[in-house]
């Protein structure tokens, strides 16, 4: 089987604070960018991409009004501020031509996303081939996604990447250290193993 294009504009957003954009927007980012140049434009007023990005790490980010467009060529990973009224989580929606709503592995994280999943499911009408996954964040080692939770998923009217990324503390330290799983060795290999198949399944 060919696997797909990478997404060239990959928007990771929920309306929902906390769930882990930031975080996988710059490890996508640095996964991506070993397969092609690749930015991170951070589209949250808050700046922690920017924050965790900015002090001369590895991951290339762009400023919310470098962010769009041509970006010199790269792949971009939109890191959006959590809201979807949000004028620049608007605008990643209608440009992006694929879509990762990270969740919690709770009903109740997902039960708050889903005007967010309303508005996914109205651009879909209107551009069918954009694709958008929810994609599990912060999953314990060692516990299974409860029944509860798979229910939850199944009526939630979008895919969940079988791909899950576990609660690791290296994904704290990477922040702390202005740089992605990808620059901390061995000791990450398992985080970077989680990217990877995320990223892996996206072009499947
Ligand atoms: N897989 C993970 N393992 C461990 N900690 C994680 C993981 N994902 C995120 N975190 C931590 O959870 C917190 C929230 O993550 P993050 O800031 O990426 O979420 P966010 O969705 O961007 O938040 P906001 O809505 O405020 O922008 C951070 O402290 C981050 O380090
Ligand atoms: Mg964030």
């Known amino acids: 089987m060919t696997a797909r294009a990478l997404p060239r504009r990959l928007a990771v957003l929920n309306a929902k604070g906390g769930t882990g954009k930031t975080t996988l927007a710059v490890q996508l980012t640095a996964g991506l960018g070993r397969r ?35 970006a010199g060529g790269a792949h971009l990973v939109w890191d959006c501020p959590p809201s979807v009224e949000h004028p620049a989580a608007q605008r990643a929606l209608q440009q992006a031509d694929a879509l990762l709503v990270p969740v919690l592995p709770s009903p109740l994280d997902l039960w708050a996303s889903w005007r967010l999943v309303e508005a996914i499911r109205a651009e879909q009408q209107r551009r069918p081939e954009l694709r958008a996954w929810l994609l599990i964040n912060q999953l314990e080692p060692g516990s299974a996604l409860s029944a509860a939770m798979h229910d939850a998923l199944r009526e939630f009217g979008l895919p969940a ?13 990477a922040a702390l250290q202005g740089v992605s799983v990808y620059d901390l060795g061995p000791r990450a290999a398992a985080a970077v193993a989680d990217i990877e198949a995320v990223i892996e399944e996206m072009q499947t």
């Open 36 to 70: 092609v140049p690749c930015a991170l434009g951070d589209l949250d007023p808050q700046g922690s991409a920017s924050q965790w990005c900015g002090a001369g790490g590895t991951v290339r980010v762009l400023a919310a009004e470098h962010a769009w467009g041509d």
């Open 161 to 173: 990447l079988q791909a899950v990324v576990r609660r690791r503390a290296i994904y704290r330290t």
